[in-house]
């Protein structure tokens, strides 16, 4: 099972799949695939995955749990997971994606997909919307 909200996956029994009751089956997907744009891990290796060290994943948590988030999207891959800026506008503006780099938990990039869509054809809208992200 892939639970979209948090992004993990877990093996279950078949019998604790439930099958989703008619009357939601129309509405439309409830959670996005969302990365931080223009950064990666410090130790990422070609072809070894995306692996984010423990140090970071507790400063990720740190700076975005329980919080209300502003998300500006950079761009949108052709499999539709979006790329982001992420902001905690409470009190001092915090870039969280900068914070990661700068704390050396985090490498930036001089780009966010290889091979981005048109956002505002796509999303049809503003490209430059922000969106608040609950923590």
Same mark, same amino acid.
């Given at each position: 099972v892939f639970f979209v909200d948090y992004g993990n996956s877990e093996w279950t029994s078949? =019998? @604790? %799949?439930?099958?989703?009751? *008619? @009357?939601?089956? @129309?509405? *439309? /997907?409830?959670?996005?695939?969302?990365?931080?744009? =223009?950064? +990666? &891990?410090?130790?990422n %290796?070609?072809?070894n995955g995306t692996k984010w060290s423990p140090d970071a994943v507790s400063t990720f948590k740190s700076l975005t749990?329980?919080?209300v988030l502003i998300a500006h999207i950079l761009s949108k891959a052709w499999?539709?997971?979006?790329y %982001?800026?992420? /902001?905690?506008? +409470?009190? +001092?503006?915090? @870039?969280?994606?900068? %914070?990661l780099i700068e704390r050396g938990l985090a490498k930036e990039t001089? #780009?966010?997909?290889s091979n981005p869509w048109n956002i505002e054809a796509s999303f049809k809208?503003? &490209? #430059?919307?922000? /969106?608040?992200? *609950?923590?």
């Open positions: 078949a =019998n @604790h %799949v439930k099958r989703m009751l *008619p @009357h939601f089956l @129309h509405l *439309p /997907f409830q959670a996005l695939e969302c990365f931080l744009g =223009n950064v +990666e &891990p410090i130790d %290796v070609v072809g749990e329980d919080k499999n539709q997971t979006i %982001v800026d992420l /902001f905690d506008t +409470e009190g +001092e503006e915090i @870039h969280i994606n900068k %914070v001089d #780009h966010t997909v809208f503003n &490209p #430059h919307m922000t /969106f608040g992200l *609950p923590g």
